[in-house]
C-alpha cells in the first residue's frame, strides 16, 4: 500500500514506534466488501461461555445495548497512522457482560465476514475505549469502512480491529486468527511495537 501523504505529528502528540502519520486513513482489507444483508445478520459470541452455550443477537439486539463515544487512533502494522478518528457505537464490555466467558478465560477469537479473525484479550474488550462502532466522524459507517459493526481497539494494531464483525469465541488460550497466522503478533500492542510473531 502507499505511504504517500506523510504529514507532520503534532508537537503535543505521539505516534508509537515505526508508525508515521498520514491524514487520512486509507481504505485497507484483505478481499473484497461484503454486500450488507441485515436480514441474515447476527452477531454470535460462543466458545467457552459461562454458561457454556453460545448466544446469538440480531442488529436491533446489540444496537439496543450501552453505547460509547471514542476518540481513537488507527495504527496500521504496514506503519501508517492517523489521530483522534471519532467513532461511536456500542460499548463491547457491553456483550462480554450480556454473555461472559467462563472461568479463566483471557482470550477471544473475534470473526467476521468471509473468515476474517483476529486474536485479543478479553481485558482489551472490557477496555472502557473498546466499541463496536456503528458511526465514524457522526456518519454511520460505510460499507468499506465495516458497516453494520467493525471493532475499534485504540491501543492494538489496526488488523486486530475487524470490520464487518461478527461475534467471538472465547478460546482456552490465544488461537492465531487471519494475520497472526500469517507472521503477525498475536498481542499486537502497537507501543509496545507487538507487529510480528517473531518478537514473541
Ligand atoms: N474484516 C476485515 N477487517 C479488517 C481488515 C480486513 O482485512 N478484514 N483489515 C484490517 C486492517 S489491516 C486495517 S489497517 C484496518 C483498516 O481500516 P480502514 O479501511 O477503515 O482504514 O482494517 C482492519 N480490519
Ligand atoms: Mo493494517
Given at each position: 500500500m502507499s505511504t504517500a501523504g506523510a504529514i507532520e505529528v503534532p508537537p503535543e502528540r505521539s505516534l508509537p514506534p515505526g508508525q508515521h502519520l498520514v491524514a487520512q486513513a486509507p481504505i485497507m482489507h484483505y478481499g473484497p466488501v461484503?454486500?450488507?444483508?441485515?436480514?441474515?445478520?447476527?452477531?454470535?459470541?460462543?466458545?467457552?461461555?459461562?454458561?457454556?452455550?453460545?448466544?446469538?443477537?440480531?442488529?436491533?439486539?446489540?444496537?439496543?445495548?450501552?453505547?460509547?463515544?471514542?476518540?481513537a487512533d488507527l495504527h496500521c502494522s504496514s506503519r501508517w497512522s492517523t489521530l483522534d478518528e471519532p467513532w461511536s457505537g456500542v460499548a463491547a464490555r457491553a456483550l462480554v457482560e450480556a454473555v461472559p466467558p467462563a472461568d479463566g478465560v483471557e482470550d477471544v477469537l473475534v470473526f467476521a465476514e468471509y473468515g476474517y479473525s483476529a486474536c485479543i484479550r478479553v481485558e482489551d474488550l472490557m477496555s472502557a475505549r473498546a466499541v463496536l462502532a456503528t458511526h465514524h466522524d457522526g456518519e454511520p459507517l460505510t460499507q468499506e469502512r465495516g458497516a453494520p459493526l467493525r471493532l475499534i481497539i485504540p491501543h492494538l494494531y489496526s488488523w486486530k480491529g475487524p470490520k464487518w464483525v461478527r461475534g467471538w469465541n472465547y478460546t482456552a488460550g490465544p488461537e492465531r486468527g487471519f494475520w497472526e497466522e500469517r507472521g503477525y503478533h498475536v498481542r499486537g500492542d502497537a507501543w509496545r511495537e507487538e507487529r510480528y510473531a517473531y518478537q514473541e
Open positions: 461484503p454486500r450488507p444483508r441485515p436480514d441474515r445478520w447476527d452477531f454470535t459470541v460462543g466458545g467457552l461461555t459461562r454458561a457454556g452455550v453460545e448466544r446469538r443477537f440480531t442488529l436491533e439486539e446489540v444496537l439496543g445495548m450501552p453505547r460509547v463515544d471514542v476518540l
